[in-house]
């Protein structure tokens, strides 16, 4: 067996590592040179280059799941229905970024709180209008009623002949006596 020939990518039989953990140490760092070639042949990049590309396109993933993470919790605070949620939230996952900015332009415009409260405002003034008008209308109702009865009372005294009684105390004019 020729030394420098190698049976399987990535073993040397030459290398003998005096224990296993060392071996661990080995193959780590090989799968790390391996993964750094492949992304430079990908790219076409060698070096530090290679590095900050991949860095880069890490951070896009987790810019990526962090938008899908928001569009989770926007909808669910927004859509009634879970399906539809569900709907959003593949298509930010499907579809990076370009999913996330379709649910920003048509996502509904208000929280389902505020419509809510919404409705419960408008059936709250709906009811103080209702009795407003009942108010108005008894109101209206009790001054017909007191200006047929005084109309009444007018009438009776004129046929009866009797004076009208006195004005009550500090609501008329005051007594001769104690004018000055």
Known sequence: MPSGKRFCRGFDPRIRPASRRYRGNIL?????ARRLQYASRVFGLEGPLSIAVSLL??????????????????????????????????AALIFPFVGTLIYAIVRPPEFLEDAYEREVSIQANEAIVKTLGELA?????????????????????????????????????????RQR
């Not at 951070?59 to 993470?69: P, Q, R």
């Not at 209206?140 to 009208?164: D, M, N, W």
């Open 137 to 177: 209308r008894s109101n209206r109702e009790l001054t017909a009623q007191v200006g047929r009865l005084e109309q009444l009372i007018v009438v009776r005294r004129k046929s009866s002949g009797s004076t009208p009684p006195p004005a009550p105390a500090g609501t008329g004019t005051a007594p001769a006596s």
């Open 28 to 32: 780590t760092e090989q799968r790390v």
């Open 57 to 90: 396109a890490l951070g896009l993933v987790c810019l990526d799941l962090a938008l899908v993470y928001w569009v989770f919790r926007d909808s669910r605070h927004r859509v009634d229905d879970a399906l539809l949620v569900a709907c959003a939230v593949i």
